[in-house]
């Protein structure tokens, strides 16, 4: 059973900065992609940055040179830096992964975290 804990959520002034953490429990194998996603009120679920095996990230235009992803892959857990954040920012943030666990090491799956709140709020 895999399962997906984000942190790091919670209230900040425009222009501020935030880190959240994602980190990734259970019968892992191996990740193929460590993702980002938000949803803010009222609209879908829009996919963020994400980072994948070998290192290289790629985010949307609308956060990019603002966010960052990076990944501990030693404790299997993955960031995304915040910075000069926008009331638009304000969303549920959502880490996911693609990745196999051990007993179907051939079989890629999706697994999500439980969201946490980002507010960007004077």
């Known amino acids: 059973q895999v399962q997906l804990v984000e942190s790091g959520g919670g209230l900040v002034q425009p222009g501020g900065s935030l880190q959240l953490s994602c980190s990734a429990s259970?019968?892992?194998?191996?990740?193929?992609?460590m993702d980002w996603y938000r949803q803010a009120p009222g609209k879908e679920r829009e996919w963020v940055g994400n980072?994948?095996?070998?290192?290289?990230?790629n985010y949307d235009g609308s956060v990019k040179g603002r966010f960052t992803v990076s990944a501990d892959n030693a404790k299997n857990t993955w960031y995304l830096q915040m910075g000069s954040l926008e009331p638009d920012d304000t969303a549920v943030y959502y880490c996911?992964?693609?990745?196999?666990?051990?007993?179907?090491?051939?079989?890629?799956?999706?697994?999500w975290g439980q969201g946490t709140q980002v507010t960007v709020s004077s």
């Open positions: 996911s992964a693609i990745l196999a666990t051990t007993d179907a090491v051939r079989l890629l799956r999706k697994y």
């Open positions: 259970g019968n892992i194998y191996s990740f193929t992609t």
């Open positions: 980072i994948v095996t070998g290192g290289a990230t």
